[in-house]
Each structure stands twice: as C-alpha cells, then as structure tokens.
Nanobody, 124 residues
Framework: QVQLVESGGGLVQAGGSLRLSCAASGFAFSRYGLAWFRQAPGKEREFVAAISWSGTNINYADSVKGRFTISRDNAKNTVFVQMNSLKPEDTAVYYC?????????????????WGQGTQVTVSS
C-alpha cells in the first residue's frame, strides 16, 4: 500500500520558517523523483520544488527560489522542504508527490502518488 504522509505544517508569522517532511512507504522510493506542490484556496495546484531520484537535479518555482530548499533522505524514505523567509502568499496546503520517471519534473501529470497535504498558514 502506497503512502505519502506530510507533516510539519502550521501557523507562522511572516519572515519565519517551517520544515515540512513527507514520509513514504509502499514503493521504490529511491528510484522516484519527488516534489512539493501547493494549493491555495480558489487557486490551482502549483509546483513548488522537485528533486530527482539521485538528488543531483533540483528545480524550484521562481516564487520560492532562494527561500525554500528541497532535500531527500533515501535511507529514511523521506523528502523535506525547508521554508525560510515565509510570506503570506505562501499560505496553502502543501502536498508531496512521487514521480516514477525519477526526474525533478515541474508537471503535476508526471506524479502518480500524492500525499493528503499539510496546511501552512503565514500571518502578516
């Protein structure tokens, strides 16, 4: 049974930091590309960051570049995103996702496994 379970969300003031984790099970984690997406109320789900199976290829959305850092621990089947200098516009439900192609894709259609999401709220 495939599972992706996000944790680490919460309420933080603008300028603060959060670290999200996503623990995976039920598939060959080390062979998959992994990503974080987010969805704000009334908006479409958008790409945040992605990391390839090896960790050597990483992509970020322009809106988070320089503030967010994605990483993975294949020994623990976990992917992380460190979020610094948070802004109110970062408020959203954050989802982790897994791509069997193994790349750091920006497209939602490349990901076949999704978590349930964790809420991040940034107050001004």
């Amino acid at each position: 049974q495939v599972q992706l379970v996000e944790s680490g969300g919460g309420l933080v003031q603008a300028g603060g930091s959060l670290r999200l984790s996503c623990a995976a099970s039920g598939f060959a984690f080390s062979r998959y590309g992994l990503a974080w997406f987010r969805q704000a109320p009334g908006k479409e789900r958008e790409f945040v960051a992605a990391i390839s199976w090896s960790g050597t290829n990483i992509n970020y959305a322009d809106s988070v570049k320089g503030r967010f850092t994605i990483s993975r621990d294949n020994a623990k089947n976990t992917v992380f995103v460190q979020m610094n200098s948070l802004k109110p516009e970062d408020t959203a439900v954050y989802y982790c996702a897994a791509d069997p192609g193994g790349w750091a894709s920006r497209g939602t259609l490349d990901y076949n496994y999704w978590g349930q999401g964790t809420q991040v709220t940034v107050s001004s």
